[in-house]
């Protein structure tokens, strides 16, 4: 079979809807004709049966062809193939029979309309059991399944397969195996199809399940493919997650590693309480949480489809009733409520009362009081309370006694008396007290890494950074020579400015905690302004972000590449031409791009920069060659490749970028066309060569984030 037969048999699921609709048009015609016999509708009955009866011919034909790839059922795609004859020579001889083209077509002509017409409706109904199951007319939804105990679920089970059958077997089952691949159950997913097994256990991130999920939406290999509902961020990560638990088949939940890493998605899978599944309320409308959030709370869906909220309004400072105003209308949605190291106190007690589905409550670290306590016998079904670190007393705990569904409490650093706990406990066997600090509701005894916020990694003139930590009293001790901070390194200041290109390396101290590990950034300084930026060539897709813009804007990309910040091209190299106000002095450009080979995506393998004047005539003033990847690798790296070269005045500053085009061999689709990713085109001058001064500080101010 050529290339040109294949393609056009791709077009079958085009063309085939054609002759039923012409067909249909000519037989309701014929039929109005009988009813409505003053009326002339012959010449159109005429043409709908010529063009009903040449698109059947047509469709036949690349039907047959399209067989020829495999991957259906057999018998239904006998049935297919020859019901689809069928309805073409019943057709050929009912325009012929419309003809008067003999007698004997003439006096066939009333039964030839019926025999046509089963015939074609025959023939869609198989066509249709190949593409979307023989059960495709009544098929039910398939309720989400959810379990008592999710610890104990087997993950393929209740999640993995779930997950195929919604997404993915439409195209890969007994009776449509494309690719030779069937995941309707666990010999098809173990079999894999025509391109290989679908695992890799010892680097299960080059899985070809997973690459192909990954891959931009416009490569064909991407799966589902463009125009099927395609997987969920959660699904995803559950796929992840599984596999990168070998794909076990049997495992169940409590057995796989990383819980914590699916602990939210897995949530949804976890039968709720009776009370919770009575409500029977509407999923969250996504509009309303959008709204919510507009006016500034923090807010989420507990689960995808889920009808209710989770709201967050930890370490806010100006908590008011004003605060929960905008929830009113849905105080019976919200089923947690993290009020955690904010000012919240007794005085705004009183706005829990109206939560009456409230679940978990979190009021460690706040002003709450026995007096403040007294207002949780208004929620019923309150079952996790956290109130560490805050003033509770024993006398507190007799209105917390009085809940009826509650299951676990945590008083770890509150003056609670030992005897007045252990009489506590007594009366309340069936709640579990957290008296020392958890490691998965405090934190590990190691600090979390210190965050180091400033608006953009990238910057013209200067820019500030902050260092911010999760606990109270910590100190945050930095570097930006290059080498990693210790002891001896210097407080963090409040404000550090930053005036030229470097990577701050900063880590969290305090006593009794173990230190944090080191984070570190990276900001660098666009010396010189570019005017704008204009694109040689454009870049493939969906890929296009803001244009040639997008390479001035110092708005950086992310490991997300369909975040929408990057431009990509796929198998083919990059131009810009980068305008500066005024002819300036130039030695230096820094190209900043993508690596994340699971999705072909590859640094660049050189680049050439020129010169001008006039935007005309250009002239090379530098080069670079970058190696290649020459071992298998999986991690997403943003990295900036620098091109210096001696000072030239210009105006204009054309970069092409040149792509590896290809795959490597050890890529699992060796020599397919790979992609460059680019976000940000930087211009410098002989006086912002990169170094290390330029940094100040407000170091009167000590740190204690």
């Known amino acids: 079979m050529d290339v040109l037969s294949i393609n056009l048999a791709r077009l079958h699921p085009l063309i085939v809807h054609l002759p039923i609709g012409f067909l249909l048009l000519g037989m309701l015609m ?36 399209l067989a020829e790839e495999g991957g259906y059922e057999e018998n239904l795609l006998q049935y297919h193939r020859w019901l689809g004859i069928a309805t073409t020579i019943s057709a050929l001889l009912l325009y012929l029979g419309h003809l008067e083209y003999t007698r004997l077509l003439t006096k066939l002509y009333p039964y030839l309309l019926w025999v046509c017409g089963v015939a074609l409706f025959a023939a869609g109904h198989f066509g249709g059991a190949m593409t979307h199951g023989t059960d495709y007319l009544f098929e039910k939804p398939a309720a989400p399944q959810t379990v008592e ?66 891959l931009p939406m416009e490569v064909e290999e991407h799966m589902p493919p463009e125009g099927k509902p395609q997987l969920s961020a959660g699904e995803i990560q559950l796929l992840e997650w599984w596999m990168g638990n070998g794909a076990c088949f049997d495992c ?54 889920s009808p ?86 024993d006398a507190g705990l007799k209105a917390i006694g009085q809940l009826p569904e509650l299951k676990q409490v945590y008083l770890w650093q509150t003056a609670v008396s030992d005897a007045g706990l252990t009489k506590w406990k007594e009366a309340n066997p069936q709640v579990a007290v957290q008296q020392e600090a958890d490691r998965e509701v405090f934190g590990t005894a190691a600090l979390n890494p210190p965050l180091l916020e400033a608006a953009s990694t990238l910057f013209h003139d200067s820019i500030v950074v902050r260092a911010i930590s999760n606990f109270k009293g910590v100190e945050v001790r930095y570097t930006i020579d ?83 910040n990057w431009l990509g091209y796929e198998g083919e190299h990059m131009g810009a031409v980068m305008e500066l106000p005024e002819l300036t002095a130039v030695n230096e450009v820094t190209i900043s791009a993508l690596s994340r080979p699971a999705s072909w995506i590859f640094f660049p393998k050189s680049a050439v920069v020129s010169v001008s004047a006039d935007g005309q005539q250009f002239r090379e003033v530098g080069r670079a060659d970058w190696p290649t990847i020459d071992k298998e690798v999986v991690e997403t790296e943003l990295k900036y490749f620098p091109i210096a070269f001696d000072p030239v005045e210009a105006r204009y500053v054309k970069v092409e970028v040149r792509s590896p085009l290809r795959n490597p061999d050890w890529h699992p689709n060796p020599g397919g066309k790979s992609w ?6 930087l211009l410098s001058g002989p006086e912002e060569a990169f170094d290390h001064g330029g940094i100040s500080a407000s170091n009167n101010l000590k740190t204690t984030k």
């Open 30 to 65: 014929e039929g109005l004709q009988r009813r409505q016999k003053h009326n002339n509708y012959q010449p159109a009955i005429g043409l709908s049966l010529l063009l009903g009866t040449l698109a059947s011919i047509v469709a036949a034909a690349t039907g047959w062809w």
């Open 482 to 564: 290059g080498t990693p901070p210790g002891q001896d390194s210097p407080l963090f200041p409040d404000s550090l400015i930053l005036r030229k290109t470097a990577e701050v390396q900063a880590f969290a101290v305090k006593s009794g905690w173990n230190d944090s590990e080191v984070s570190s950034a990276r900001f660098v300084k666009a010396g010189l302004r570019a005017k704008a930026g204009r694109l040689l060539n454009p870049p493939s897709g969906k890929f296009q972000a803001q244009g040639g813009a997008s390479l001035v804007d110092l708005q950086k990309g992310t490991a997300v590449f369909t975040a929408g």
């Open 676 to 681: 460059i990713f680019l976000d940000e085109i």
């Open 149 to 214: 105990n999710i610890e104990e679920a087997v993950v393929y089970d209740l999640i993995i397969q779930p997950i195929m059958d919604q997404k993915c077997t439409g195209c890969h089952k007994p009776s449509k195996s494309k690719g030779g691949l069937i995941l309707t159950d666990q010999a098809g997913l173990m079999a894999g199809g025509d391109s290989g097994p679908l695992f890799n256990t010892a680097v299960p991130a080059q899985s070809l399940l997973l690459e192909r999920v990954h």
């Open 308 to 393: 209710f909220l989770l709201v967050d309004m930890a370490r806010d400072t100006a908590i008011s009733t004003r605060s929960f105003a905008p929830l009113r209308k849905y105080t019976d949605r919200v089923i947690e409520l993290h009020c955690g190291h904010s000012n919240f106190s007794d005085e705004l007690s009183g706005q829990l009362a109206d939560f009456t589905n409230l679940k978990k409550l979190q009021l460690q670290g706040t002003r709450i009081t026995d007096a403040g306590l007294g207002f949780l016998a208004e929620l019923p079904h309150l079952q996790v309370l956290n109130l560490y670190g805050t003033a509770v007393t």
């Open 252 to 305: 169940k939940v409590e057995d796989m590693e990383d819980r914590a890493a699916v602990a939210t998605l897995l949530e949804a899978y976890q039968a709720p309480a009776d009370h919770w599944a009575k409500l029977d309320l509407p999923p969250m409308p996504l509009e309303t949480v959008q709204q919510l959030k507009a006016q500034g709370l923090r807010v989420a869906v507990a689960a995808e489809e």
